[in-house]
């Protein structure tokens, strides 16, 4: 397997492209905008889904299903939302197509089968789920809601780039209904917890944990909570959102409960989701010119164990003693694959279980076979140690947390060094422009100067910190005062 | 809780319909023929998919996932599948809404953002597919593809009904590509067993193994291998297919490989799917006039505890006592709620996990607490027993085994005695009319005789069974001569 990738020096976008397709994750397909999300790719994304899965019923909430259509007239109800969505959604306007008279052997869409009302494909669900709740909640007895879906959504994007930005993907949106306005904004920060443990913890990815400005937020919200990641490249990715919702939704559709004091009130609503857009973030975070690293903890296949071998019965010898390694291995849950071909020669082996980012590697030889020992490579460092076969348990166990806390410590490091204080406009630029990275500047507080700022940079405002001090300061591009500091970043 | 469900006896249809709505299933939305699948019905589903998804891969399959459109071109390209659902498929044919400069605040399709190809919501995926696959395949090295994904799709039903026929559905389509026709067919053949395997060990519902006529064959397929299970009024229910393609699709899409040989060749192809349909085989195989009857397997809750207390102080020590057998009983992976609540009497909690289909139900008062006893009851046969309090771990594990083999006894004892032999037109007109279920008959093996009897009867042939004797015998219908009966039956 040759990999020939471009370097990330050389063009980080073109190696981004190719590392996606080439270490076989996913491809366009014959749609415009839509991907092909391949097997290894999937694997990844399944992992990720099971833990994200398991979050979100350990916090209350329950799996449910809505349509994938919504029609225009509920659509439209909140108008926000509506706005937000209305430039770039996929219409189905007919329900039938019949055989084209003009073109034997093709067909044509059936004039007859116009539906009365137009059907958008869901860019996102509140429409269809606030259209639903309103049946199911008369009193405060009936909320909670805490609902979780995973389904396809589409937006119809003009430039697409696989996994961060595709016409149809893969999400999960939970959509909270609660009594009080309070209840709400802790569901809302609550998830926004829960998707900064997942990405920090489960794929090793630092964010920052903020809300959005006004600008930023998701059509249709009050609030919106974010967690944002900081790429190789300098840029920005948005990793995650939970939405506060306020009324706003409740009111759009009339979704009253009667309270313990016996008086009708609007329901306060959540929403918030995460897609197949992290599997970006985890490439742009952790890969290399060698191809894709992966944390242990989502990689389809943790442990990948290669003979060097000559002879059948060296390869037999081999195959008896790896196979006791290899159940052992299972047992403590750590998943792993004996490539045993014969067809393909070991250095082949290696460069394709480097390019699909497999943390550990264990090569067995002759050599190894008299000296009762295994050569074992770790992904992330591209080092490799020998280890005798009496301790390769625990030390492939050990390596495995190793390489998950050593990619967690390296991109932390990175972010880190990347966030830069600035108090000039001139900096501002001057920052952007060599280092990139998340710019930490005061700011007047209005959409006027965000506005222009992006005009002038293309950088936006990432997020307002959670954790940021309160710090007097002047808005640096138009001095007026500032309350505190904000970070700016070119995103994803 | 009161069900007042219509009873079976009363209208069977009606029964079905509100069961599904009151035991929290699903419900229709603001969509038509669009059901939103509520939390208790997702539960049972993601059940039934983690067993089916379990099966698949240790049959070798990988998940994948692949575009929701096809663009017309391509849907049009395999013309018997093509023809087969081209009268109900959702078209798209915008991609852009925009303010209605006549109605202010409402939106219209914007005539200037028609798309050039129209794109079709996936009835099913073969198209999208195996134009994919036509790039991964060059040499027999690529050979098999076992490939699986978990999507929605959308078949513009027009009468529709909660899970059994809905214009948008959940459902898995594996599509695995071969070498050889003895391959394909192999793997056709071994994913209707496990269809068959889960449906009838998981899901307690008997199946018949077939193949089905060219009549009833899945548009585009050689072959349709089926399960076919009988639903309590009589009716057939087809709860799974599994297709041998042949080489239809890989000469439409132009995939082929070079085999061993080192000659091009066209790649022979399966296609396998079971949907959302299956709760409606759940529903109508198990359930009764006081609602749902779920095998073990698939109940979300196995186990319910209900306290019957007059104090806080009953209340109290009822749930020290409990909270050790919940514990014990989670251990050994069996899962149980506890309900406690206050505001609700016990017999509305009864009658609400009886219309759940809770299949334990454990009942403690203070006589209990006295005696060191249990009440448990069963939801299958309605029957109870008081346990000892130290015998009811093994009680309960052994009572859940229980139920699931008598859910499938029962099942199979109903649908064997509703396989009839019949030798004349008339008897099959009458026993279909008294007694319904299936019937084995000669048929002449025309299309023609079967449409006939369809037309005449409403009853078509469901499979021929893969078990059958050879048995020379006379046509029902038309007394020509055959080779073998086949199953005839009113269907869902």
Redesign the interface.
């Known amino acids: 397997m040759s990999k020939n990738i471009t370097t990330r020096a050389e063009d980080y976008s073109k190696w981004y492209n190719e590392l996606v397709v080439k270490a076989d994750l996913a ?1 366009n ?3 415009r905008g ?6 290894y790719g ?2 990844i994304w ?1 992992k990720l889904q099971a833990e994200l899965d398991k979050k979100f019923k350990e916090t209350g909430h ?11 007239s ?3 109800a909140e ?1 926000k939302n ?1 706005e937000g969505f ?13 055989n084209d008279p003009d073109n034997p ?3 044509m ?1 059936d004039p007859d089968a116009k539906l009365e009302e ?4 869901r860019p996102t669900s509140e429409a ?1 789920i606030w ?2 709740y309103k ?1 199911w909640i008369q009193s405060y007895r009936d909320l909670p809601i805490l ?1 979780n879906q995973w ?2 959504v ?1 937006r ?1 994007e003009m430039r697409t780039r696989l996994f961060l930005r595709t016409a ?1 993907f ?1 999400w999960q949106e939970g959509h909270t209904a609660h009594e009080t306005k309070q209840e709400a904004v802790a569901e809302a920060k609550q998830m926004q917890d829960v998707y900064a443990d997942v990405v920090e913890n489960f794929m090793a990815i630092p964010v920052v944990k903020g809300f959005k400005t006004e600008t930023e937020r998701f059509a249709g919200a009050d609030d919106t909570y974010t967690i944002e990641a900081l790429m190789q490249d300098g840029k920005a990715l948005q990793a995650g959102t939970s939405h506060f919702l306020g009324q706003n939704f409740a009111k759009a559709f009339d979704v009253k409960f009667v309270n313990k004091e016996g008086k009708q009130e609007y329901v306060w609503a959540t929403s918030w989701g995460v897609s197949t857009r992290l599997m970006g973030a985890l490439i742009m975070t952790h890969s290399d010119d060698n191809g894709l690293v992966l944390p242990p903890k989502l990689a389809p296949i943790q442990v990948v164990i290669v003979p060097i071998h000559k002879t059948d019965e060296q390869l037999q010898q081999i195959t008896d003693q790896v196979d006791v390694l290899v159940a052992e291995l299972k047992k403590i849950g750590i998943s792993v694959k004996f490539d045993d071909r014969t067809n393909l020669k070991p250095g082949w082996k290696f460069n394709e279980y480097e390019l699909k980012g497999v943390p550990v590697r264990i090569a067995v030889g002759p050599k190894d076979m008299e000296n009762g020992t295994y050569e074992i490579a770790r992904r992330d460092t591209l080092t490799k140690e020998v280890v005798s076969k009496e301790a390769a348990l625990d030390y492939i166990s050990g390596l495995l947390e190793d390489i998950q806390a050593n990619l967690f410590n390296r991109a932390l490091t990175y972010r880190d060094e990347h966030i830069t204080e600035v108090n000039s406009f001139d900096e501002f630029k001057e920052v952007l422009d060599t280092k990139g990275g998340f710019i930490s500047a005061h700011w007047d507080g209005t959409p006027e100067t965000e506005e222009k700022i992006k005009e002038l940079t293309k950088a936006t405002i990432r997020c307002i910190p959670l954790n940021r001090v309160a710090e007097e300061g002047k808005c640096v591009y138009t001095g007026a005062v500032s309350a505190g500091r904000v970070l700016f970043a070119k995103a994803y």
Do not use: D
Request: glycine share 4%.
């Open positions: 491809e397909s014959g749609v839509c991907m092909v999300i391949k097997p999937y694997a399944e329950q799996n449910a299903y809505f349509p994938l259509f919504i029609p225009k509920l659509f439209e108008e509506a209305a430039k770039e959604c996929a219409i189905v306007t007919h329900y039938r197509l019949k052997g093709k067909l869409v137009e059907l958008i494909v269809i259209n639903t049946n609902i389904a396809n589409v119809w149809e893969l």
